[in-house]
Structure formats: structure tokens, C-alpha cells
């Protein structure tokens, strides 16, 4: 299987008067060929910015994204090769979508700008992807504003494939959307996944969203990936405590006997992140230990990797909630909590 994106230590620190922000922070992910990748975590956790420096909208400060096989700089044939090799659909169709062009020229312009075939061609192409997503000669005709949402969001996903790209980055795409829609909107990706094998990035708050349509989960947290490993394993083994509290919030019997952690208070400013393990301030395991020294991903076994340090215990059930570290860190729980 090849990799049709390799992030390494990727970072994006960006100035404030108070200091730097650190939106992401040492990223290294990967997504193969054909498969999907579920990037989750809560709002303002980097999920986005990690995003925009795939497609090439933001600009990292430090690290390599590597799209397949290939490291791309900002030049004019680069941003070309990137667009070729990645797309992205956004959470908000309707603010993605020129209002006044109609939508068989909005599924056109990448084929356009990219001067791919005659204009006979181009329309016969169009045609054929709007078939794969489920829109008719009908909806080529029309405006976006005479769509419903879920037809807006079938034409975001079909302006992204019109140039056949490796990889499909959904930031929150389905978010927007009634329930009923968003399960249709999510059968198209895994359909279209399916049929034209392009690899999917998608990028959710829901856990349960997420877990419905990934093969391998990354669980992100103040810039960093906490958790990452085959969708199955990281649901069932909830080895980070980050992730136990994430599925609280899922309705599920299993979830709910397992008697889950509740995820209290916000993220920590990326600004002024805790020292040691960023989930410190929040969680319940925390202990001397963590607020002293970062962790980073290790092994844990079935391809699943952990930053914490006392996943085995967790995981295994041998840790009750610390009652030891306030006394240990020297500090108030919460006294570095501010709001994201
Ligand atoms: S390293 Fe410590 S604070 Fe961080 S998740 Fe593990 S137990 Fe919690």
C-alpha cells in the first residue's frame, strides 16, 4: 500500500502579543491509498489547521508533508501538483459554492483552471461525476441557493473529484447537516471511496461519526496526536483517557456500563499549553509524572500507539482516578485552564 500523504513533526506556531500559538504541534500522520483516516478531537484542538497545510491553504512552520511521495513547496506548478493530489471538502457548503455560477459550472472550474480537455469533454465529465454523487442533469442547471444542503454538499464532493485526487480531506463535512442527510452524505463518501479508491482524511468532532467510516482513528488533542491506531482498537481498547472521554458523550450501553470518565472544563489556551502531558489539566489519571514530562506515542500493541504514560494501567484497569496530583503538580487542577 502507498502513502498518498506523510506528515513529519509537522508544526504551526502562529505570533500573538502573548506569544506564540501552538495550533499544531509535532504532527506525524499518515494516510495509504484507498483508506480513511478519521482525525477527531474537540473544536480548536488543530484538526483544521493540520487540514489546510495538506491542501496547501495554511503554511507550516516547521516539518514535511509529503503528498505521494512527494515533498511540495509553494511554487506555481507545486500548488498545481498539490491540487491534482488533494482536495477538500469544507463543513459549510453553501460557503464553498460560488452563488452565482450554476453547479455544472462549479464541478467544471477545477477541469478549467487546469485547462484538462475540450469543453465537450469537460461536459461529459461533469455529467459523469455528478452521476457518481447522485445529481442529475436537473441539478447542473441550477444555483446552489436552489439546493438543499445535502445537494449542496454532493456538489462540494463532486468539484473535488473532478480532478481525480489521491486524497479527499473532509473537515466537519457532514456537520452542517440534519441526521437523515448526514447518513446519506457519509454513504456517498464511503461509496465513492469505494468505487474510485480515492484515500479520505476525514475530520470530525464525533467519535461515533467517525468511528462509522474510518479504518484507522488519530485522536488529537492541543495540537497533538494523542492516539492512533486500527478504528476497532481505538473504540474498544480506549486505551488514552482522552479518548474514554470523548465517548462519553455517545450513547451507547457498552460505553455507558463501562461507567466512562466525564471530559470536565475546556482545552487549555494553545497559548500557554500545561507543562508536561497536554491533557494534564483535565485529566483524572494525571499524576506527578505528567506534569513534568511529555509524553510521546508508544507501541501498545495491534497497531495502536499511545502517549500516556500510564496507558498500560488504564487500559487494563488498574488505575483509579489519582487523588495524589494536585498536592504532587504543587498547583490547582484547573489553574492553568483558560478558555480555547
Ligand atoms: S500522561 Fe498523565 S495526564 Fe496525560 S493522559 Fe496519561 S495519565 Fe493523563
Known sequence: MSRVVEITDLKVYHRTPHGPLRAVDGVTLHVDSGETLGLVGESGCGKSTLARCIVGINRPSQGTIALGGQGLGSGRADRLSRARAVQMVFQDPSGSLNPRLRVGRIIAEPLIVHRLGSTAQRQVRVEDIAAQVGLTSHHLDRFPHELSGGQRQRVSIARAL???PGLLVCDEAVSALDVSVQAQVLNLLLDVQDRLKVALLFISHDLSVVRYVAHRIAVMYLGRIVEVGPADAVWKRRAHPYTRALTNAIPDEQVRRDNIELLEGDVPSPINPPS???FRTRCPFARARCAEEVPQLRDRG??????????????QGRTAEA??????????????????
Open 162 to 164: 473532478a480532478l481525480e
Open 302 to 315: 495491534g497497531g495502536l500507539s499511545v502517549a500516556c504514560h500510564f496507558a498500560e494501567e488504564i487500559e
Open 276 to 278: 508536561g502531558c497536554p
Open 323 to 340: 487523588t495524589d496530583w494536585p498536592a504532587a503538580v504543587g498547583a490547582s487542577p484547573n489553574a492553568s485552564l483558560t478558555s480555547a
